[in-house]
């Protein structure tokens, strides 16, 4: 079983920065990916931004040149700075760790709320 525990998130005006934290306890596997995924009211779940152990980098389209994702593979961290907010940002902004348990296996966090004020 894996854990994951996300931080950060809030309120912030429209241009402003947030940083999210999500980090991966317990039965965890060197090879694995972990990520972001944003859900708005009354909308589907989308991904954010996805980053594998081996440091390859997927981000969705609208927040390219926004928002960075990183992690630390010996904390089993991922992080997620978001610049240049905008009030279509505003979501619950879920983490996710997969990684391969004789198939692949998705594990999310709670997730944190990201309001963004025009």
């Known amino acids: 079983q894996v854990l994951v525990e996300e931080s950060g998130g809030g309120l912030v005006q429209a241009g402003g920065s947030l940083r999210l934290s999500c980090s991966a306890s317990?039965?965890?596997?060197?090879?694995?990916?972990m990520g972001w995924y944003r859900q708005a009211p009354g909308k589907q779940r989308d991904v954010v931004a996805t980053?594998?152990?081996?440091?390859?980098?997927n981000y969705e389209d609208s927040v390219k040149g926004r928002f960075t994702i990183s992690r630390d593979n010996g904390k089993n961290t991922v992080y997620l700075q978001m610049n240049s907010l905008k009030p279509d940002d505003t979501a619950h902004y879920y983490c996710?760790?997969?990684?391969?348990?004789?198939?692949?296996?998705?594990?999310w966090g709670q997730g944190t709320q990201v309001t963004v004020s025009s």
């Open positions: 317990g039965r965890i596997r060197s090879v694995n990916a």
């Open positions: 996710i760790f997969d990684q391969f348990e004789g198939s692949w296996r998705r594990y």
């Open positions: 980053v594998t152990s081996g440091g390859d980098i």
